[in-house]
């Protein structure tokens, strides 16, 4: 049963600090996405990938967030420094590419910065 | 304006009872998919049913269906026999066509139904 993973699960952080998310796409799905889902924003793209390479990264604040793809196999989004308003579950999604609609989603990462 | 747009903050259903999500979208694209995706309390976003803009038939996934309205905008998720595992978040989300000076485009998501079933 192929699922996208992701991890940590839940991470706790104080102002300032780092954060590293990580995400493995279903093995030959080589489009991947990161959504933020917040109660008053609801769910809003961050960024995505495509065959590793970044198409669009316009929802990201891009002085503190910043996603790779390292391989197939692995795409990170890190915060840095982390703020408080960053709290929020992030979520990676996976497809098979842009010709193919749907979208598989990970379990989701909460963040809380405190 | 919202593309994507649920009206019902929440909905209330029987058991075996069949119920109806509404969402209402907005594109000036003739290519489009329309998609709904449930999410327990657990968290997770479970995909459940697609819609091509140029599909002639609705589409269903046992017992979930999509009552599409082209003319109408409107892609409403009907569930059948709802069943207590049913109840949870769903949202309504579309795709649109890349832009000109774009590869590809992400899901834009409706607000979300809360779906509560009682026995």
């Known amino acids: 049963d192929a699922r996208v993973t992701q991890t940590p699960r839940d991470k706790v952080t104080e102002m300032g600090q780092e954060v590293t998310m990580r995400c493995q796409p279903i093995?030959?799905?080589?489009?991947v996405f990161w959504y933020r889902q917040t109660m008053m924003q609801g769910l809003e793209l961050l960024a995505y990938?495509?065959?590793?390479?970044?198409?669009?990264d316009s929802g990201m604040p891009k002085d503190r967030f910043s996603a790779e793809m390292p391989d197939a196999t692995l795409a990170t989004l890190k915060i840095q420094p982390s703020e408080p308003r960053d709290s929020a579950v992030y979520f990676c999604?996976?497809?098979?590419?842009?010709?193919?609609?749907?979208?598989?989603f990970g379990p989701g990462t909460r963040l809380t910065v405190l | 304006a919202q593309k994507i747009t649920q009206t019902q903050p929440g909905m209330f259903v029987q058991e075996k009872e069949a119920v109806t999500l509404d969402c209402t979208y907005d594109?000036?694209?003739?290519?489009?998919?329309l998609f709904w995706y449930k999410q327990p309390s657990s968290g997770e976003m479970i995909f459940l049913i697609y819609?091509?803009?140029?599909?002639?038939q609705n589409a269903t996934e046992g017992r979930y269906s999509l009552n599409f309205q082209k003319a109408r905008k409107s892609a409403n998720l009907v569930i059948s026999a709802s069943q207590l595992g049913d109840s949870a978040m769903y949202f309504c989300?579309?795709?649109?066509?890349?832009?000109?000076?774009?590869?590809?485009?992400?899901?834009?998501f409706g607000k979300g139904t809360t779906l509560s079933v009682s026995s």
């Open positions: 999604a996976s497809a098979l590419g842009l010709s193919t609609d749907t979208q598989y």
């Open positions: 093995l030959g799905h080589n489009t």
């Open positions: 990938f495509r065959n590793r390479a970044p198409l669009d």
């Open positions: 594109t000036s694209d003739q290519s489009y998919g």
């Open positions: 819609q091509g803009s140029y599909d002639e």
């Open positions: 989300a579309m795709r649109e066509p890349p832009a000109a000076n774009q590869a590809g485009t992400a899901l834009i």
